[in-house]
């Protein structure tokens, strides 16, 4: 039996061990250890992996029983749904997930950009509980960004957003917009109520650097990660970003967030792939409706050029889990290319009415009405949640709640145009959060501000042609 080794890579200046994986045909594995990112267990982040003393176990294991039920345990996730709710109830110290849970999500940079980003938090008085940067501020996405110095994106997730912008507008007023006069009430009005729930400040200077960072409610980031309700900020974390500053409850539900869009990138999927095309789609999910792909406000290369210059990063992030997916096998491969390593994904109906069943519950709401038209059925007539308690193969404490597909689920999973129809659901849930967000940038950002943005963003456009057209 041929197999393929992806060998794990060591950076001496980091220190980080990337996980080694065995591709054989037939069976994927996952060995060794992944060595969490140096500097990640401080005060405001960390793994799991922290000693208890014997009365810590007692105070958390109540909360560690029922936590019990809705996370990860050695390689078995909770299917069912899971409001933001029950997790901000349920989930609040990393010592109630197993150990090294969600690793893959902590993606390494260079040490010194590493620092200087965990250094520009501390430049905030108002309290900054979850944090990440993106984009190509931070991770290369080709030559064309190379020529310039891009503004680092920053996301800062946070508590109570009318008392963090009331502490940010009284120590940085320049920060923003004439929206400042009207009070902290009106720009949290603003961030929650319009858009993706996201307040954005471009071109602010600090730290030695230019940066555009955007403020979130916790409880808003958490429903889209688990419910796509907009795929804004769900849909950058589908990409590999810096976590800045941790938090485990959005560790979980971004957990949860990366399995559901395996599954989408599945279903859009043909039964034969590659890894590069299924990191292809997975990146191309978020930006599917989004209007800045339609007009000369974005890179039309944007996809490719994230996908093909962070591999490692793709992979690091999302091997583990489809690791444990069972309906993803390897067909081929040779060692160390990712673009030739093919893919088989199990098409029986009854497998991916499952994965129908599992995805996140205001996307699939979508699913489900269009396809009530469609086949001519109420999915009500069928038990479209069946809630079956299943003993993980690894766990040691109970069952593991999974969400199987009803008949219905079956129906949507074997319909000719599932493809087309599951791009439909993507484009309908992201367009409009996507444009009203866009919208009110005009208003957050102010004039010169914006122009500015929209200026960078048609020299993106340009350059993005310019490039694809010398390729050809």
């Given at each position: 039996?041929s197999?393929?080794?992806l ?5 001496a200046?980091r220190g ?6 065995l ?8 060995t060794g ?8 267990q401080?005060r405001?982040t960390?793994f ?8 810590d176990?007692q105070?958390?294991s109540?909360?560690?029983?029922n936590?019990?039920?809705?996370v ?5 996730f909770?299917?069912?749904d899971v409001?933001?709710?029950k997790?901000?109830?349920e989930i609040?110290?990393f ?7 969600g690793?893959?999500?902590?993606i390494?940079?260079d040490n ?12 905030f ?13 931070v ?13 680092v994106d920053?996301?800062f997730?946070?508590t109570?957003t ?11 007023p ?8 009207l ?5 949290s009005?603003?961030?929650?109520n319009?858009?993706?729930?996201v307040y954005?400040?471009?071109?602010v ?5 230019t940066v555009?960072y955007?403020?979130v ?9 688990l419910?796509?309700?907009t ?11 810096k976590?800045?500053?941790?938090d485990?409850?959005?560790?979980l539900a ?8 395996i599954?989408t990138?599945?279903?859009?999927l043909?039964?034969?792939f ?5 990191y292809?789609t ?7 409706g ?10 039309p ?14 992979h ?8 444990t997916?069972?309906n ?14 093919k ?13 129908v069943a599992?995805l996140p519950?205001?996307f699939?709401?979508?699913?489900y009405?269009r396809?009530?038209?469609v086949?001519g059925?109420d ?9 079956v ?5 690894d766990?040691?404490e109970g069952?593991i709640?999974?969400t199987?597909g009803?008949?219905?689920?079956q ?6 145009d ?16 996507s444009?009203v ?8 950002a102010?004039l010169?501000k914006?122009?500015k ?11 993005g ?5 010398e390729?050809?």
């Amino acid at each position: 039996m041929s197999s393929l080794i992806l060998k794990s890579t060591r950076s001496a200046a980091r220190g980080v061990a990337m996980p080694r994986v065995l591709l054989t045909e037939g069976k994927r594995f996952m060995t060794g250890s992944v060595t969490p990112d140096p500097g990640s267990q401080s005060r405001f982040t960390g793994f799991a992996s922290v000693s208890r003393s014997p009365t810590d176990t007692q105070k958390s294991s109540s909360s560690a029983n029922n936590a019990s039920r809705i996370v990860w345990t050695d390689g078995s996730f909770v299917e069912g749904d899971v409001s933001h709710e029950k997790l901000a109830r349920e989930i609040t110290m990393f010592s109630q997930l197993p150990e090294n849970f969600g690793v893959n999500q902590h993606i390494p940079i260079d040490n010194e950009m590493k620092e200087r980003l965990r250094s520009t938090l501390w430049k905030f008085k108002a309290p900054i509980r979850f944090a990440f940067a993106y984009g190509s501020g931070v991770f290369s996405q080709g030559r064309s960004y190379q020529k310039s110095k891009p503004q680092v994106d920053l996301i800062f997730g946070v508590t109570h957003t009318q008392h963090w912008h009331s502490l940010n507008i009284t120590q940085y007023p320049d920060h923003y917009s004439f929206l400042r006069r009207l009070g902290s009430g009106a720009v949290s009005y603003v961030q929650d109520n319009l858009g993706a729930g996201v307040y954005f400040n471009p071109y602010v200077e600090i730290n030695g650097m230019t940066v555009k960072y955007g403020v979130v409610s916790v409880d808003t980031l958490c429903r889209d990660l688990l419910s796509w309700d907009t795929l804004y900020l769900s849909g950058r974390l589908h990409k590999p970003v810096k976590i800045l500053r941790d938090d485990p409850r959005i560790r979980l539900a971004n957990q949860r967030n990366l399995f559901s869009v395996i599954r989408t990138a599945l279903l859009l999927l043909p039964e034969k792939f590659t890894e590069q095309e299924l990191y292809h789609t997975i990146a191309s999910i978020s930006y599917m409706g989004d209007p800045r792909m339609n007009v000369a406000a974005e890179n039309p290369n944007k996809v490719k050029n994230i996908v093909d210059n962070q591999k490692q990063h793709f992979h690091r992030l999302y091997a583990p889990l489809t690791d444990t997916l069972p309906n993803i096998q390897i067909a081929s491969g040779y060692d160390g290319v990712s673009e030739t390593v093919k893919l088989v994904q199990d098409m029986d109906p009854v497998r991916r009415g499952n994965m129908v069943a599992r995805l996140p519950c205001s996307f699939r709401k979508k699913l489900y009405a269009r396809y009530t038209t469609v086949l001519g059925v109420d999915p009500s007539q069928y038990s479209t949640m069946q809630e079956v308690s299943k003993p993980s193969s690894d766990a040691s404490e109970g069952a593991i709640n999974r969400t199987e597909g009803s008949k219905f689920d079956q129906l949507v999973a074997e319909h000719p145009d599932l493809r087309a129809e599951v791009a439909r659901a993507i484009r309908h849930t992201v367009s409009w959060p996507s444009s009203v967000q866009s919208v009110k940038g005009l208003a957050t950002a102010g004039l010169s501000k914006s122009v500015k943005y929209l200026g960078e963003k048609f020299s993106k456009w340009r350059a993005g042609k310019q490039s694809a057209s010398e390729e050809l």
